[in-house]
């Protein structure tokens, strides 16, 4: 039966690792390592959803390639690229003897400052819908890079209980992310986007002075040697 014994920021126990085919129970500590960062977007994401209606499904769809035009104008304008453009397919649909016609266009916007002129011009065009969500462009690296501050900071945990405990710290058995989700570089700290606010209570600020939290927690696992015999 494994033993468990609370001791600082740790915990110390008996795990067993395969050695030749066999059970062999070995002295660990558990850490649980955290790291934040807070990072300003570079980049605005906006969801334009379009949707007109109309007697014919012809007419339904002039008018919403005509909203889609006016977007694409919007976006230019806004020094947004044609390859930060999304359009979907447009979908018809008919409902007592009308038509509706409707399509979402996604918008990337690298120039953050100006995110609220884009906004008002959007909302000019009626859309059915306009959301946004703010990002960051090197959000594999920030996620990487927090990861391993998160195992860093573990790590010094570790150092600490071991010397309290009066023993080596050995090597690293296990590191477990408390979020449970895997990435491309393994272990993936939750990446928090900026909760939208209402576009109505939306001012420049929101857009230059947000941060994006990236959050990273993990339990690392390691051996420790024999304790230290004390002196006399």
Request: glycine fraction near 6%.
């Amino acid at each position: 039966m494994n033993q468990r014994l609370l001791v600082a920021a740790g915990v110390l126990l008996s795990l067993p690792i395969m050695a030749f085919g066999q059970d062999v129970f070995t002295d660990s500590i558990v850490v649980r390592g955290e790291a934040v960062t807070n990072v300003s977007p570079d980049a605005v994401v906006w969801t334009v959803v379009l949707e007109r209606e109309s007697g014919s499904s012809e007419r339904a769809r002039l008018a919403l390639d005509g909203e889609t035009t006016q977007v694409r104008e919007v976006a230019e304008a806004a020094d947004v690229r044609e390859s930060d453009l999304a359009i979907s397919r447009m979908q018809v649909r008919g409902k007592d003897a009308r038509y509706i016609a409707r399509r979402t266009v996604t918008l990337s916007q690298k120039n953050v400052n100006g995110a609220s002129m884009l906004m008002t011009d959007l909302q000019a065009l009626r859309p059915a819908d306009l959301t946004y969500r703010l990002k960051h462009s090197k959000r594999k690296d920030l996620e990487h890079e927090t990861q391993q501050q998160a195992v860093a900071n573990a790590r010094l945990q570790a150092k600490a209980v071991a010397q309290e405990l009066g023993a080596t710290l050995g090597r690293v058995i296990v590191v477990e992310n408390e979020f449970g989700e895997a990435g491309a570089f393994g272990l993936r700290p939750r990446f928090s986007t900026h909760r939208s606010t209402p576009l109505e209570h939306v001012s420049e600020k929101t857009f230059t002075s947000s941060k994006i939290r990236v959050h990273a927690s993990v339990y690392v696992t390691y051996s420790i040697g024999a304790t230290v015999a004390s002196a006399g």
